[in-house]
């Protein structure tokens, strides 16, 4: 044992295996070639690796086993053996260990011992442990006289400099690692050493600065806990299994729990399942949810009117948690219904708040841009509408104009339409919607051949077979009918596949055009699974599905062909298919009507405005009455008999929307159209308004525009 000196405990350092046991082999060949004893108390790989190298050296263990100068035993099992309550037993060490000592030294000089105890119980993650088995190590190898090697390999000890610390003072001599000894010269070893102690240096610095950062998180994490646990708002974190993980204490006086919240899903405390379904499904897509008015329902059922913001969480690309806030505005809406004066009124106003909200959020979210410029483009085109609308009615009346004159009155007509573009595009720059769908000639056989081009693979894939579906396609010309050719589209396409997912196996679509004197038709028959009554019934409301999905599906279809004054159709019966029928009015017939003759309300603060739109009905033999605000219109509509309103949209004392959705109250069935100098999408509104147009508006915008209504108006329920 060169280099020991008077030491009888001491510690190897090693990175290898193989370095390892070679030198407790050749430490235990030194010995035992001297008449001495051997104790090996390892794990089974360091047994057996120590037994063919001393088997190579020339020993014969069988021998030195039956003359107990061989002993060994297995580190796990011994350990379990002294250990009792999960701590060491000073006692079991004495007899178990002590009587293995004792038997390799019976019959020799010096034994001299392995150990891989201490290191079993460091991989463990038991530190003080295997610290202080090396105290009571230390005190037997004293106590009788034997010499004592244990191991640590390096890899396995930690990035702590503390711990290399506490390992080598629990020794009286350290042997280093084999990057060390193997250095050939002394100034090699000196040079490791001040190396070693230099990164020895750096990582007790890191190891500080990580402690700072930990100590530092660990101290906003309180303060955070701290502030959400004292937070008047509701507050609660949901797991990526849909579970409850935390509330605070307002969100459990929110629906009036002690206990009983957390750990169960979410959804068990939401009244609608879809609605709560849709809201999980934006969490794990990724989706910021910002104010989402909700309904909750706390202790005994009772009901919880909610707005939530959400933010979900990931780690590494996997959805792990979202935290929401919970504002209860129970009070607000049930005042907002108590004020309602029948239960009519009551589901009106909840809708509308619901319908406002998005609204609301939007307009709170570009407030700064979008203040400046709706005024903008408020005041713009108000100027401009009264510039294109007396041009237009001098144009529409001047026969005998000079033709300089009109040359002048037509280049003024497009510098103010130019000028409303430019109106439009800023609008258009605080609005997060499409742009101006304007109306056109559209012919539904083009329409329809051009969605049954692309969509073959698609619908593949959702009747999972492209051999087993036939497309029969009659699509002959048609004449045009007046609408929205993307609109138009979008309604095709929503019943083509509704069509193909009713054939899961393969089928039958028939697409068919065709017109009479009046209306253009377009036919979607399939040989599907059919609907049954109850399912037919319903197969037009929002969100409702047969096959487990939410979306608006044929209800978004029935909503194009509704702007467009059309009407939709569906026969259907189990085993035999659906047929779906859309009709519109054609354009060239709804032109060629001699215009009813009309008595109209016009309403607009602005007298120049007011003088454009009496000059446009006038123009076309209809009379009229004016107002000067939304007040003053719904005391003439009160006390007059009106064919046709045309309000504007921004007014002093009662706004236009208010003043529409009390005309509506009055007289459902009287049309309303409302102008408005900030802008909008040109079509139908099926929430009171009847077509909305922006200012300024030239004539023959204004008689097709009429001509719609009126033909709506006309048309069958």
């Known amino acids: 044992m060169g280099g020991w000196g008077a030491a009888r405990h001491a510690v190897q350092f090693y990175e290898g295996d193989a370095y390892l046991l070679d030198a407790v082999a050749a430490l235990l060949d030194e010995g035992l070639r001297a008449g001495g004893g051997a104790l090996v108390v390892a794990t089974s790989v360091h047994r057996d690796g120590l037994e063919i190298r001393l088997a190579r050296m020339g020993h014969d263990l069988s021998a030195l086993r039956a003359g107990d100068r061989y002993v060994a035993s297995d580190a796990a099992a011994t350990l379990t053996a002294v250990s009792s309550d999960g701590g060491l037993d000073l006692r ?252 009519a009124r009551l589901k009106q106003t909840i809708d509308e708040i619901g319908a406002a909200h998005p609204a609301m959020i939007e307009r709170e979210r570009l407030a700064a841009v979008g203040t400046f410029a709706r005024g903008v483009v408020h005041d713009f085109n108000n100027a401009l509408a009264p510039v294109l609308g007396f041009t237009d009615l001098l144009l529409d009346g001047g026969d005998g104009l000079d033709p300089r004159v009109r040359e002048d009155l037509l280049a003024i007509r497009r510098a103010a339409q130019e000028a409303a573009d430019v109106a439009a595009r800023l609008r258009n720059l605080h609005r997060a919607k499409e742009g101006r769908l304007i109306p056109e000639d559209v012919r539904l056989d083009e329409v329809a051949a051009e969605a049954l081009v692309p969509a073959k693979a698609a619908w593949a894939e959702l009747a999972g077979t492209e051999s087993g579906l036939v497309v029969v396609r009659r699509l002959g010309a048609t004449p045009p009918v007046d609408g929205n050719r993307v609109q138009l589209r979008k309604a095709l396409d929503r019943l083509l596949t509704n069509a193909v997912q009713s054939m899961p196996s393969g089928g039958e679509l028939t697409v068919e055009t065709s017109f009479d004197a009046e209306s253009v038709t377009l036919r979607v028959v399939d040989t599907g699974t059919g609907m049954p009554p109850d399912v037919r019934a319903r197969c037009l409301e929002p969100y409702f599905s047969t096959r487990g999905e939410s979306g608006l599906g044929l209800s978004s279809a029935q909503g194009y062909v509704t702007r467009h004054c059309g009407t939709l159709e569906i026969e259907s019966a189990p085993g035999v298919g659906t047929e779906v029928r859309v009709r519109f009015p054609r354009a060239d017939v709804v032109r060629a009507r001699p215009p009813e003759k009309l008595h109209a309300l016009v309403v607009d603060d602005e007298q120049a405005s007011r003088d454009v739109i009496a000059g446009y009905l006038t123009a076309d033999g209809h009379t009229l009455e004016t107002a000067h605000d939304g007040a003053d219109g719904l005391e003439r509509f009160r006390a007059g008999r009106f064919d046709l309103v045309i309000t504007d949209c921004a007014m002093p004392v009662m706004d236009g929307e208010t003043f529409a959705m009390k005309v509506k109250q009055l007289a459902p069935q009287t049309p309303v159209i409302m102008l408005s100098g900030l802008g909008g999408e040109d079509g139908p509104d099926l929430g009171g308004v009847d077509r909305r147009i922006r200012k300024p508006l030239g004539l023959p915008e204004w008689r097709r525009a009429l001509a719609t209504v009126v033909e709506r108006k006309a048309a069958p329920d």
């Not at 974190?237 to 935390?246: A, L, T």
């Not at 979410?266 to 609608?272: I, N």
């Not at 879809?274 to 008015?293: K, N, Q, Y």
Request: aromatic fraction near 8%.
């Open 92 to 343: 079991r060490f004495e007899e178990i260990v002590g009587s293995l000592a004792a038997r390799a030294g019976a019959s020799a000089r010096q034994v001299r011992v392995f150990s891989d105890m201490a290191q079993l119980l460091w991989s463990r993650g038991d530190r003080d442990a295997a610290l202080r088995l090396e105290e009571v190590w230390g005190s037997a190898a004293a106590a009788r006289s034997f010499r004592l090697l244990c191991a640590y390999r390096c890899d396995a000890i930690g990035d702590r400099p503390d711990d290399v610390d506490a390992i080598c003072r629990g020794h009286d001599h350290v042997i280093p690692a084999e990057s060390y000894t193997a250095l050939p010269t002394p100034a090699d070893r000196l040079r490791a050493v001040a190396s070693l102690q230099q990164k020895y240096r750096a990582l007790e610095a890191e190891v500080a600065r990580r402690r700072r950062t930990e100590a530092a998180a660990r101290e906003r994490e309180r303060e955070t806990t701290q502030f959400l646990e004292h937070l008047a708002v509701g507050v609660d974190q949901i797991g990526s299994d849909g579970r409850v993980q935390w509330a605070n204490p307002a969100q459990l006086r929110l629906l009036g729990l002690a206990e009983g919240y957390v750990g169960r899903p979410f959804q068990a405390f939401h009244t609608d399942p879809v609605e709560a379904e849709t809201f999980w499904r934006r969490l794990l897509a990724g989706e910021s949810i910002a104010e989402l008015p909700m309904k909750m329902r706390g202790r005994d059922g009772a009901v919880k009117h909610v707005v939530v913001s959400a933010e979900p969480f990931f780690r590494n690309g996997v959805f792990v948690s979202a935290r929401r806030m919970v504002h209860d505005v129970t009070l607000r809406v049930e005042t907002q219904i108590a004020s309602s004066a029948s239960a």
